[in-house]
């Protein structure tokens, strides 16, 4: 279901939260351990506000000039809001994207995990970091191939100094999603790592069945871009 006329941010958000506790439940989980990402790429400072006025407080971004573009401001007025990087980061933006967010879900190769060191250390800030596995091991993706995963998880953690959260994924889209869920979970279990970003508007409910406590919906919340 997308956010119509007939259903307000507000109410989409409410009725996805059911959802994911529901999913979570069902599967044995605590339903608290999963919280819903509303993803707000391409939609301005209106749309947003009424999500803001019902009470969510979590939001995803892809971009971060696009962030830099309306959230200032919104957090001004929100000061409590926690706002995600969920897209690629590019070298050049890590000083704007550690002032901005407060996670960044992408932390895809070396080059990027040492800039956000080097951001975190010169800023006093530390954002909650998610290490983005390419489970599909598509040449056209970002992420870490899963094989590379510890080494990169130790170089993050023993020579940069970083906290590292947990493992993020995009699954293929031609793939089921619920198989690539269950990898990313073994392996964040294998690697001692309780935070998992994964599940989108078309399968958040799988996601959260299988292990999310970070699940980034947009189009089920804000409408068709």
Same mark, same amino acid.
């Given at each position: 279901?997308?956010?119509?006329?007939?259903?307000?941010?507000?109410?989409?958000?409410?009725?996805?939260?059911?959802?994911?506790?529901?999913?979570? *439940? $069902? +599967?044995?989980?605590?339903?608290? &351990?999963? %919280?819903?990402?509303?993803?707000? @790429?391409?939609?301005? /400072?209106? #749309?947003?506000?009424?999500?803001?006025?019902?009470?969510?407080?979590?939001?995803?971004?892809?971009?971060?000039?696009?962030?830099?573009?309306?959230?200032?401001?919104?957090?001004?007025?929100?000061?409590?809001?926690?706002?995600?990087?969920?897209?690629?980061?590019?070298?050049?933006?890590? *000083? $704007? +994207?550690?002032?901005?967010?407060? &996670?960044? %879900?992408?932390?895809?190769?070396? @080059?990027?995990?040492? /800039?956000? #060191?080097?951001?975190?250390?010169?800023?006093?800030?530390?954002?909650?970091?998610?290490?983005?596995?390419?489970?599909?091991?598509?040449?056209?993706?970002?992420?870490?191939?899963?094989?590379?995963?510890?080494?990169?998880?130790?170089?993050?953690?023993?020579?940069?100094?970083?906290?590292?959260?947990?493992?993020?994924?995009?699954?293929?889209?031609?793939?089921?999603?619920?198989?690539?869920?269950?990898?990313? /979970?073994?392996?964040?279990?294998?690697?001692?790592?309780?935070?998992?970003?994964?599940?989108?508007?078309?399968?958040?409910?799988?996601?959260?069945?299988?292990?999310?406590?970070?699940?980034?919906?947009?189009?089920?919340?804000?409408?068709?871009?």
């Amino acid at each position: 279901m997308t956010a119509t006329a007939a259903q307000s941010p507000a109410a989409a958000i409410a009725d996805i939260e059911q959802r994911i506790a529901a999913a979570a *439940r $069902e +599967a044995g989980r605590d339903p608290s &351990a999963a %919280h819903l990402i509303a993803v707000t @790429k391409t939609f301005d /400072a209106d #749309a947003i506000i009424p999500a803001l006025e019902a009470g969510h407080r979590l939001f995803g971004e892809n971009r971060v000039q696009e962030a830099k573009a309306k959230w200032p401001a919104l957090r001004e007025r929100y000061p409590d809001l926690a706002l995600h990087l969920i897209g690629p980061l590019q070298s050049n933006k890590t *000083r $704007e +994207a550690v002032a901005l967010f407060d &996670a960044i %879900h992408t932390v895809d190769r070396p @080059k990027i995990a040492r /800039a956000i #060191a080097e951001e975190q250390k010169h800023q006093g800030k530390r954002l909650k970091l998610f290490i983005q596995v390419n489970t599909g091991e598509e040449p056209q993706k970002a992420g870490i191939p899963p094989k590379e995963a510890a080494a990169f998880l130790a170089h993050c953690r023993d020579e940069l100094g970083l906290e590292i959260a947990g493992l993020m994924c995009i699954p293929p889209q031609e793939e089921e999603a619920a198989v690539h869920f269950a990898f990313l /979970a073994k392996l964040a279990g294998d690697l001692g790592l309780s935070e998992l970003s994964m599940g989108m508007s078309g399968d958040f409910e799988t996601a959260a069945a299988f292990g999310a406590t970070y699940v980034r919906v947009g189009s089920a919340i804000f409408g068709a871009r």
